[in-house]
């Protein structure tokens, strides 16, 4: 049993009890993710063919919910198997597959995206690089890794997490830290960016975080991009 086992009938309301009161529901947050993966997507699938997706650490598949629209098959992976009840029973069209804490076993196939929504900051910084590795294998060729994190230099995030049930062993990873750690890996990093800079929606917005905002390193959260050669 995984510490995740004992919030993920309460997922929503535990994260959302460490929010800022003027904060928008968990919903938002995970729209974010989501509509940035599309874009890459988007890049990756110009002919619109199938694409192939791993969540890793896909939790209760919030972020799945919101890409089953575009043209992939999602599998997700995680060492909660209470939180993959939850995943199933939201994503039925989904495949989900529990896996140990400390590696990512043989899938039996390989992925054209591979992503990691706020995970990494629950792995002790030791089994990083493995993990990554254990990625690389799995990626296919000209795949790609997008992962998300909080960003430690953050006030706002530092806040947050440090109220936050789910965050008490977590450790938070500076961006540099997290790039070197990549490309050790084997992967080209392509991209790194920073993002919520406030919690608000809107077209308008977004794009200003995009084309104004993104290289400002003081985003609650940034995602970095990496490619397999």
């Given amino acids: 049993m995984t ?30 993710k989501a509509n940035l993966l599309k874009t890459e997507i988007d890049k990756s699938n110009p002919i619109g ?32 198997g209470s939180s993959l009840t939850y995943a199933r029973k939201s994503n039925p069209q989904n495949i989900y597959r529990e896996i140990p804490e400390d590696h990512l076993p043989e899938m039996g196939k390989k992925f054209d995206l591979i992503y990691a929504a706020c995970v990494f900051h629950h792995i002790p910084t030791n ?3 493995a993990i990554l590795k254990d990625i690389h294998h799995h990626l296919k060729k000209g795949g790609k890794l ?22 008490q062993n977590a450790r938070l990873i500076d961006a540099n830290a997290l790039t070197e750690q990549i490309r050790n890996s084997g992967l080209q990093v392509s991209g790194r960016k920073y993002y919520l800079f406030l919690p608000l929606g809107g077209a308008f917005w ?24």
């Fill in 3 to 32: 510490e995740f086992d004992q919030y993920s009938e309460n997922y929503k309301k535990t994260v959302e009890s460490a929010l800022p009161v003027f904060s928008p529901p968990l919903e938002f947050y995970a729209k974010q």
């Fill in 49 to 80: 063919s199938v694409l192939e997706l791993l969540n890793f650490g896909c939790g209760t598949g919030q972020i799945d919910g919101y890409l089953n629209e575009k043209n992939v098959k999602i599998t997700g992976v995680d060492p909660s």
């Fill in 127 to 129: 089994r990083h690089e």
């Fill in 146 to 167: 997008i992962i998300f994190e909080h960003n430690p230099w953050n006030l706002i995030t530092r806040w947050i997490t440090s109220r936050c049930k789910l965050d």
């Fill in 206 to 229: 977004m794009w200003a975080e995009k084309a104004l905002l993104s290289w400002l390193p003081l985003g609650c959260q940034y995602f970095i991009v990496a490619q397999k050669r």
